[in-house]
């Protein structure tokens, strides 16, 4: 049974005096280019914009209506981890390093609500895991929104100086036209090294 992001979480945490409460989510841990884009967001209870939900249940027209109601009555960050990182340090590490550069920038918080099982380990506030939060945590659900459209927009950009590889459709993600043209067109800088299909092919031309 699919659920309705709601401010329940948020509640609670005012319910035991904190004040400041921001959802921290990601976009970008699958892709085989690009970087990993987390985004904090504190929502004013008076003040909460329409439609928010798990970014991925709504449509291309209306996230970006969304995100535009979000940019304007909300305070949000975002924060990302460059794919030498990725590579240096794994995706997971990753994500979580692209969190704490988010919510770095909204301090001080009070509690950080993240979608996941995990807290990311140097989070300058304490942290409440939710799994599947962008389904459950309105905060979390405009955070998701807020990290997927930036991050489309990083791969857009991409693709306009690395044609052939489909980031401005595919965002960087194993797509059967993305892996063909890995291997017709090679691996960019763009691409994460440590990710199988990547390493694959850069073992091959050695």
Known sequence: MRTTPDFTFEEAAFTRGLSRVCGVDEAG????????????????????????NDSKMLSKKKREAVYEEIIARTQWAVGEASVQE???INILRASHLAMERAVAQLMPVD????????????????????????????SIAA????AKIRRDRVMYDLAQHHPGYGWETNQGYPSKSHIAALHDLGVTPHHRRSFKPVHNILWQEK
């Open 86 to 88: 990725i590579d240096q």
């Open 29 to 52: 841990r699958g892709p085989l280019a690009g970087p990993v884009v987390a985004a904090a967001v504190v929502l004013n209870p008076g003040d909460i914009p329409d439609g928010l």
């Open 143 to 146: 955070a998701s929104i807020v």
């Open 111 to 138: 509690v950080a609500l993240i979608d996941g099982n995990m807290i990311p380990r140097d989070l300058l506030c304490p942290g409440q895991p939710i799994v599947k939060g962008d389904t459950k945590s309105l």
